[in-house]
């Protein structure tokens, strides 16, 4: 790789910003893609094409035309899961995201909760949700999960996960309190299109009892909204 | 007491008039020789509410006041009243304010029209101890941006 091309990758990683690097086989002339904010970079359409479903999938692969073979290499930012609550379930959940490879962060306005010594080596934040979101940024790699069953807090945080392309953003409650939420984001101005991405009572139905079962049940539902789609079903 | 008691029609509109809500304007021309500002931001750690308050006073009395509050509606409220009522207040006043408040949560001592009339208006949150820090909060702010003050272009 030129050195050129690897300080541009760089920067994209270090931005969180997609990047495919498409190398031709017969050649090797390498190129740095942006499939989701690139002007297509003098790539043919069908390559930009391929490019974006590769970085979809977070998958690379080996892409062939009728100018040649390319190998799609994916460079995709890290899953960026923000959980809004420092309660019980977030103590299980945070360590659970770490392990399966994606940053986390925890954000409680309420002080009290989101210390060092409940959670151990996380990344903590005491703003309010919307203020933290904000200076984050939410992309198509972000997941936001509500937590602290105060709608003062995560309304906020769930208005700001809609207006983003988070891939998955959920809310801890009961039927009962998902209905009223529901209620309080429609009249906020969100319609049912925007609603239906919100995934509450969240987590996949495995029967989770304990608090690290709820986390369990978090996740999984977290991963197949990444893995395969929106709904994760 | 149900919800609606708490959240009574005078409180919410209280809270909804935001009174002094937002930042104080850059002084015009040169200060008033006496004139002193503060700002003093503080908060509940149990419910994340968070209360900052500018203020300037000048011989001793607020000449203005600004807050701005990430919190529930009885904190709102709370708030708004200071910015209606607090300018002409010196800080003798404030703190003996800030007493009658909490006499009246205590034990319901009905709070004397002087110095800062309205806040009657709280009697209902007397019965919710878990609640009192909520609307003490902007006075506690208050309190503590006048411990500061200090001659503009200062630091402190």
Known sequence: ?233 | MSVEDLYHEALVRLAREATGAGALPAPVGRAAPATVQGTATVENPLCGDRVTVEVRVEGGRITALAHRVRGCVLCEASASLLGRAAVGLGTAEVEASRRAFAALLRDGTPPPPRPLAGLDVFAPVRSVASRHSCVLLPFDALGAALARASPPGTTR
């Open chain 1, 1 to 233: 790789m030129r050195r050129a091309l690897l300080e541009a990758l760089r920067a994209d990683l270090a931005g969180r910003r997609t990047a495919v690097l498409a190398t031709h086989l017969g050649t090797g002339e390498a190129q740095l893609l942006h499939p989701f904010d690139g002007d297509g970079e003098g790539a043919a359409p069908a390559l930009c094409d391929a490019a974006r479903a590769a970085a979809r999938d977070d998958q690379s692969r080996v892409w062939s035309s009728p100018e040649g073979t390319v190998f799609l290499r994916v460079y995709n930012p890290p899953v960026h899961v923000v959980l809004v609550g420092a309660v019980h379930v977030a103590q299980a959940l945070a360590p659970m995201i770490g392990l399966v490879g994606y940053d986390v962060l925890v954000v409680d306005p309420r002080s009290a909760f989101a210390t060092e010594a409940r959670f151990p080596g996380v990344s903590l934040s005491t703003e309010w949700p919307d203020e933290a979101l904000a200076r984050v940024g939410l992309g198509r790699r972000s997941a936001v999960v509500t937590m602290t069953h105060d709608p003062k807090i995560d309304d906020p945080a769930l208005e700001a996960a809609l207006r983003s392309e988070s891939f998955y953003i959920g809310a801890l409650g009961s039927k009962k309190t998902q209905a009223a939420r529901r209620d309080r984001l429609a009249a906020r101005g969100f319609d049912e299109t925007a609603l239906a991405r919100l995934h509450g009572p969240v987590g996949l139905s495995i029967g989770a009892v304990s608090t690290a079962e709820i986390a369990v049940s978090i996740l999984s539902e977290l991963v197949a909204c990444l893995r395969k789609g929106s709904s994760g079903r």
